[in-house]
Protein backbone atom coordinates (compact mmCIF):
# COMPACT_ATOMS: atom_id res chain seq x y z
CA UNK A 1 0.00 0.00 0.00
CA UNK A 2 2.66 2.33 1.00
CA UNK A 3 4.98 1.24 -2.24
CA UNK A 4 2.09 2.13 -4.76
CA UNK A 5 0.60 4.97 -2.88
CA UNK A 6 4.86 6.10 -3.36
CA UNK A 7 5.00 5.66 -6.58
CA UNK A 8 1.31 7.46 -7.39
CA UNK A 9 2.89 10.26 -5.93
CA UNK A 10 6.21 10.62 -6.67
CA UNK A 11 4.29 10.64 -10.54
CA UNK A 12 2.43 13.60 -9.47
CA UNK A 13 5.78 15.46 -7.95
CA UNK A 14 7.05 14.92 -11.49
CA UNK A 15 4.34 17.00 -13.19
CA UNK A 16 4.81 19.46 -10.77
CA UNK A 17 8.50 20.15 -12.10
CA UNK A 18 6.94 20.74 -15.49
CA UNK A 19 5.77 24.47 -14.79
CA UNK A 20 9.07 25.79 -13.94
CA UNK A 21 10.83 24.19 -17.01
CA UNK A 22 7.91 25.83 -19.31
CA UNK A 23 8.09 29.32 -17.28
CA UNK A 24 11.79 29.23 -18.12
CA UNK A 25 10.69 27.68 -21.91
CA UNK A 26 8.49 31.19 -22.21
CA UNK A 27 11.39 33.45 -21.07
CA UNK A 28 13.10 31.99 -23.95
CA UNK A 29 10.32 33.14 -25.91
CA UNK A 30 8.86 29.97 -27.44
CA UNK A 31 5.17 29.74 -28.08
CA UNK A 32 2.60 27.25 -26.43
CA UNK A 33 2.42 25.32 -29.39
CA UNK A 34 6.05 24.65 -29.19
CA UNK A 35 6.53 23.92 -25.84
CA UNK A 36 3.53 21.09 -25.61
CA UNK A 37 5.00 20.01 -29.14
CA UNK A 38 8.48 19.34 -27.75
CA UNK A 39 6.90 17.91 -24.43
CA UNK A 40 4.71 15.22 -25.95
CA UNK A 41 7.44 14.73 -29.14
CA UNK A 42 10.17 13.98 -27.08
CA UNK A 43 8.03 12.33 -24.53
CA UNK A 44 6.91 9.83 -26.86
CA UNK A 45 10.83 9.13 -28.54
CA UNK A 46 11.83 8.21 -25.54
CA UNK A 47 9.24 5.91 -24.54
CA UNK A 48 9.69 4.25 -28.28
CA UNK A 49 13.68 3.76 -27.38
CA UNK A 50 12.11 2.24 -24.06
CA UNK A 51 9.45 0.43 -25.89
CA UNK A 52 11.85 -1.08 -28.30
CA UNK A 53 14.57 -2.15 -25.83
CA UNK A 54 12.25 -3.27 -22.89
CA UNK A 55 8.90 -4.56 -24.44
CA UNK A 56 7.52 -5.71 -27.97
CA UNK A 57 4.67 -6.95 -26.73
CA UNK A 58 1.32 -6.56 -29.74
CA UNK A 59 -1.83 -5.00 -28.47
CA UNK A 60 -5.29 -5.48 -30.38
CA UNK A 61 -7.02 -2.10 -32.24
CA UNK A 62 -9.60 -2.11 -28.90
CA UNK A 63 -6.37 -1.71 -26.70
CA UNK A 64 -4.84 0.69 -28.04
CA UNK A 65 -8.13 3.16 -28.63
CA UNK A 66 -8.69 2.51 -25.01
CA UNK A 67 -4.78 3.69 -23.80
CA UNK A 68 -4.88 6.51 -26.20
CA UNK A 69 -7.82 7.66 -24.90
CA UNK A 70 -5.84 8.20 -21.36
CA UNK A 71 -3.21 9.69 -23.20
CA UNK A 72 -5.75 12.02 -24.79
CA UNK A 73 -6.59 13.24 -21.31
CA UNK A 74 -3.39 14.39 -20.36
CA UNK A 75 -2.70 16.34 -23.37
CA UNK A 76 -6.47 17.65 -22.26
CA UNK A 77 -5.08 18.43 -19.05
CA UNK A 78 -2.20 20.87 -20.36
CA UNK A 79 -4.43 22.49 -23.31
CA UNK A 80 -7.28 23.45 -20.87
CA UNK A 81 -4.80 24.73 -18.14
CA UNK A 82 -2.85 26.87 -20.43
CA UNK A 83 -6.22 28.22 -21.83
CA UNK A 84 -7.21 28.71 -18.75
CA UNK A 85 -4.43 31.16 -18.04
CA UNK A 86 -4.96 33.44 -21.05
CA UNK A 87 -8.08 34.90 -18.97
CA UNK A 88 -7.08 33.89 -15.02
CA UNK A 89 -4.70 34.92 -12.90
CA UNK A 90 -2.09 32.04 -12.22
CA UNK A 91 -3.30 31.74 -8.81
CA UNK A 92 -7.07 31.15 -9.74
CA UNK A 93 -5.93 28.68 -12.60
CA UNK A 94 -4.11 26.77 -10.39
CA UNK A 95 -6.76 26.54 -7.68
CA UNK A 96 -9.67 25.81 -10.77
CA UNK A 97 -6.93 22.63 -11.69
CA UNK A 98 -6.55 21.63 -8.31
CA UNK A 99 -10.07 20.69 -7.92
CA UNK A 100 -9.30 17.46 -9.25
CA UNK A 101 -9.26 16.07 -5.90
CA UNK A 102 -12.60 15.68 -5.27
CA UNK A 103 -13.44 15.17 -8.62
CA UNK A 104 -11.48 12.49 -8.97
CA UNK A 105 -13.08 10.86 -5.23
CA UNK A 106 -16.72 11.85 -6.36
CA UNK A 107 -15.87 9.71 -10.00
CA UNK A 108 -14.88 6.65 -8.19
CA UNK A 109 -18.03 7.14 -6.06
CA UNK A 110 -20.41 7.67 -8.77
CA UNK A 111 -18.73 4.84 -11.06
CA UNK A 112 -18.17 1.93 -7.85
CA UNK A 113 -21.88 3.15 -6.09
CA UNK A 114 -19.82 3.44 -2.77
CA UNK A 115 -19.27 6.34 -0.71
CA UNK A 116 -16.02 7.80 0.36
CA UNK A 117 -14.45 6.55 3.35
CA UNK A 118 -14.65 9.49 6.09
CA UNK A 119 -10.87 9.67 6.19
CA UNK A 120 -10.71 10.40 1.82
CA UNK A 121 -13.52 13.56 2.66
CA UNK A 122 -12.18 14.78 5.20
CA UNK A 123 -8.60 15.17 3.32
CA UNK A 124 -10.49 16.29 0.50
CA UNK A 125 -11.47 19.57 2.49
CA UNK A 126 -7.89 19.53 4.04
CA UNK A 127 -6.63 19.60 0.40
CA UNK A 128 -9.32 22.11 -0.87
CA UNK A 129 -7.88 24.45 2.33
CA UNK A 130 -4.34 24.16 1.91
CA UNK A 131 -4.85 24.90 -2.06
CA UNK A 132 -7.00 28.25 -1.24
CA UNK A 133 -3.87 29.29 0.78
CA UNK A 134 -0.89 28.25 -1.71
CA UNK A 135 -2.60 29.59 -4.30
CA UNK A 136 -2.46 32.85 -2.83
CA UNK A 137 -6.42 33.46 -2.73
CA UNK A 138 -6.23 34.99 0.70
CA UNK A 139 -3.90 37.86 -0.32
CA UNK A 140 -5.94 40.22 -1.14
CA UNK A 141 -6.24 41.79 -4.95
CA UNK A 142 -9.02 42.45 -7.20
CA UNK A 143 -9.25 38.99 -9.20
CA UNK A 144 -11.09 39.59 -12.92
CA UNK A 145 -12.72 36.19 -13.75
CA UNK A 146 -14.02 35.15 -17.27
CA UNK A 147 -16.48 32.77 -17.61
CA UNK A 148 -14.48 30.66 -20.27
CA UNK A 149 -11.44 31.03 -18.12
CA UNK A 150 -13.31 28.89 -15.79
CA UNK A 151 -14.56 26.81 -17.65
CA UNK A 152 -11.25 25.94 -18.82
CA UNK A 153 -9.92 25.25 -15.15
CA UNK A 154 -12.62 23.62 -14.30
CA UNK A 155 -12.44 21.47 -17.88
CA UNK A 156 -7.92 20.79 -17.16
CA UNK A 157 -9.35 19.87 -13.40
CA UNK A 158 -11.83 17.54 -15.02
CA UNK A 159 -9.08 15.70 -17.29
CA UNK A 160 -6.92 15.34 -14.88
CA UNK A 161 -9.36 13.16 -12.73
CA UNK A 162 -9.83 10.94 -15.60
CA UNK A 163 -6.29 10.42 -16.61
CA UNK A 164 -5.69 9.45 -12.78
CA UNK A 165 -8.67 7.32 -12.59
CA UNK A 166 -8.35 5.66 -16.18
CA UNK A 167 -4.60 5.15 -14.64
CA UNK A 168 -5.96 2.73 -12.58
CA UNK A 169 -8.31 0.91 -14.59
CA UNK A 170 -7.57 1.10 -17.70
CA UNK A 171 -6.03 -2.66 -19.52
CA UNK A 172 -3.94 -2.65 -16.39
CA UNK A 173 -3.13 -6.04 -17.97
CA UNK A 174 -0.58 -5.22 -20.12
CA UNK A 175 3.12 -4.64 -19.79
CA UNK A 176 3.88 -1.43 -18.40
CA UNK A 177 6.14 -0.09 -20.89
CA UNK A 178 3.98 -0.68 -23.84
CA UNK A 179 1.30 0.36 -22.02
CA UNK A 180 2.67 3.25 -21.33
CA UNK A 181 3.57 3.94 -24.45
CA UNK A 182 -0.11 3.46 -26.12
CA UNK A 183 -0.71 6.22 -23.37
CA UNK A 184 2.00 8.60 -24.84
CA UNK A 185 0.83 8.06 -28.54
CA UNK A 186 -2.29 8.92 -27.60
CA UNK A 187 -1.07 12.08 -26.06
CA UNK A 188 0.91 13.20 -29.23
CA UNK A 189 -2.46 11.79 -31.53
CA UNK A 190 -4.32 14.30 -29.35
CA UNK A 191 -1.72 17.34 -29.65
CA UNK A 192 -1.60 16.82 -33.26
CA UNK A 193 -5.29 17.61 -33.40
CA UNK A 194 -5.72 20.50 -31.42
CA UNK A 195 -2.35 22.22 -33.02
CA UNK A 196 -2.54 20.46 -36.07
CA UNK A 197 1.05 18.85 -37.87
CA UNK A 198 2.23 22.19 -38.84
CA UNK A 199 3.99 22.43 -34.92
CA UNK A 200 6.22 19.22 -35.79
CA UNK A 201 8.28 20.77 -38.34
CA UNK A 202 9.27 23.83 -36.12
CA UNK A 203 9.68 21.74 -33.27
CA UNK A 204 12.20 19.96 -35.34
CA UNK A 205 14.16 22.79 -36.76
CA UNK A 206 13.95 24.73 -33.38
CA UNK A 207 17.66 23.14 -31.72
CA UNK A 208 17.45 25.79 -29.12
CA UNK A 209 13.74 24.19 -27.55
CA UNK A 210 15.55 20.30 -27.95
CA UNK A 211 17.03 20.81 -24.07
CA UNK A 212 13.42 22.05 -22.87
CA UNK A 213 11.60 19.11 -25.05
CA UNK A 214 13.66 16.54 -23.56
CA UNK A 215 12.89 17.63 -19.89
CA UNK A 216 9.67 18.10 -20.60
CA UNK A 217 9.46 14.87 -21.98
CA UNK A 218 10.86 13.07 -19.11
CA UNK A 219 8.94 14.20 -16.73
CA UNK A 220 5.79 14.93 -17.91
CA UNK A 221 5.24 12.04 -21.01
CA UNK A 222 7.49 9.47 -19.29
CA UNK A 223 7.87 9.26 -15.41
CA UNK A 224 4.75 9.91 -14.10
CA UNK A 225 3.20 7.47 -16.76
CA UNK A 226 5.30 4.97 -16.04
CA UNK A 227 5.09 5.50 -12.06
CA UNK A 228 1.22 5.86 -12.57
CA UNK A 229 1.11 2.76 -14.29
CA UNK A 230 2.48 1.07 -11.77
CA UNK A 231 1.11 2.38 -8.22
CA UNK A 232 -2.51 3.53 -9.21
CA UNK A 233 -3.78 0.04 -10.34
CA UNK A 234 -3.00 -1.08 -7.05
CA UNK A 235 -4.63 1.70 -4.88
CA UNK A 236 -7.94 3.19 -5.02
CA UNK A 237 -9.15 5.93 -7.74
CA UNK A 238 -9.78 8.41 -4.79
CA UNK A 239 -6.85 7.87 -2.72
CA UNK A 240 -4.91 8.21 -6.01
CA UNK A 241 -6.25 11.51 -6.51
CA UNK A 242 -5.99 12.87 -2.82
CA UNK A 243 -1.84 11.62 -3.33
CA UNK A 244 -1.81 13.43 -6.77
CA UNK A 245 -1.95 16.72 -4.63
CA UNK A 246 1.59 16.56 -4.37
CA UNK A 247 2.26 18.20 -7.80
CA UNK A 248 0.89 21.93 -5.84
CA UNK A 249 3.90 21.58 -3.48
CA UNK A 250 6.65 20.52 -5.99
CA UNK A 251 6.00 23.35 -8.16
CA UNK A 252 5.97 25.84 -5.82
CA UNK A 253 9.04 25.06 -4.37
CA UNK A 254 10.92 24.52 -7.78
CA UNK A 255 9.70 27.94 -8.72
CA UNK A 256 11.30 29.36 -5.45
CA UNK A 257 14.45 27.43 -5.89
CA UNK A 258 14.96 27.75 -9.50
CA UNK A 259 12.99 30.94 -11.06
CA UNK A 260 13.72 32.93 -7.56
CA UNK A 261 9.63 33.82 -6.63
CA UNK A 262 8.86 35.40 -3.73
CA UNK A 263 6.04 33.08 -1.81
CA UNK A 264 4.45 34.14 1.41
CA UNK A 265 3.71 32.95 4.81
CA UNK A 266 0.75 31.58 3.72
CA UNK A 267 1.39 30.14 0.66
CA UNK A 268 4.38 28.42 2.61
CA UNK A 269 0.88 27.14 5.40
CA UNK A 270 -1.37 26.27 2.20
CA UNK A 271 1.64 24.10 1.59
CA UNK A 272 1.76 22.50 4.45
CA UNK A 273 -1.77 21.69 4.80
CA UNK A 274 -1.88 20.09 1.60
CA UNK A 275 1.04 17.63 2.25
CA UNK A 276 -1.11 16.46 6.08
CA UNK A 277 -4.04 16.23 3.58
CA UNK A 278 -1.74 13.97 1.44
CA UNK A 279 -0.81 11.79 4.45
CA UNK A 280 -4.09 12.11 6.42
CA UNK A 281 -5.73 8.98 4.48
CA UNK A 282 -2.15 6.94 4.91
CA UNK A 283 -2.11 7.51 8.35
CA UNK A 284 -5.76 6.42 9.51
CA UNK A 285 -5.19 3.77 7.23
CA UNK A 286 -2.15 2.42 9.08
CA UNK A 287 -3.82 3.43 12.30
CA UNK A 288 -7.13 1.57 11.31
CA UNK A 289 -4.98 -1.32 9.80
CA UNK A 290 -3.30 -1.70 13.44
CA UNK A 291 -6.52 -1.75 15.59
CA UNK A 292 -7.64 -4.43 13.68
CA UNK A 293 -4.69 -6.06 13.94
CA UNK A 294 -4.34 -5.92 17.47
CA UNK A 295 -8.62 -7.06 17.99
CA UNK A 296 -7.80 -9.88 16.15
CA UNK A 297 -4.74 -10.95 17.98
CA UNK A 298 -6.60 -10.64 21.02
CA UNK A 299 -9.60 -12.72 19.76
CA UNK A 300 -6.92 -15.60 19.38
Given amino acids: MWKNSLYVFLGACSFGIL????????????????????????????????????????????????LAGVGACTCLTGVFYYMSLQTLPASIAIVLLFQFTWMGVGLEAALSRKWPS??????????????ILAGGLLGGGDFQLSLSGILYGLGSALMMALFIYCSGRVETRLPLITRSFCISTGSLLMLLIIFTPK??????????????????????????????????????????????????????????????????????????????????????????????????????
Avoid at 30 to 45: P, S
Avoid at 49 to 57: A, G, N, P, Q
Avoid at 118 to 131: D, E, N, Y
Avoid at 276 to 292: D, E, N, T, V
Fill in 19 to 66: STIVKTAYSEGFTIQEVMGGQYGFGWLLMLVLMLIFSRKKVTLRQFIR
Fill in 118 to 131: GATLVSVLILFAGT
Fill in 199 to 300: VIPNVAQTTELWPYGLALGAFGAVIPVLLFGLGAPKINPGLASILSAGEFPVAVTASVLVLHEQVGGLQWLGIAVILLGIAYPQLMGGRSASSKQRISSKAA
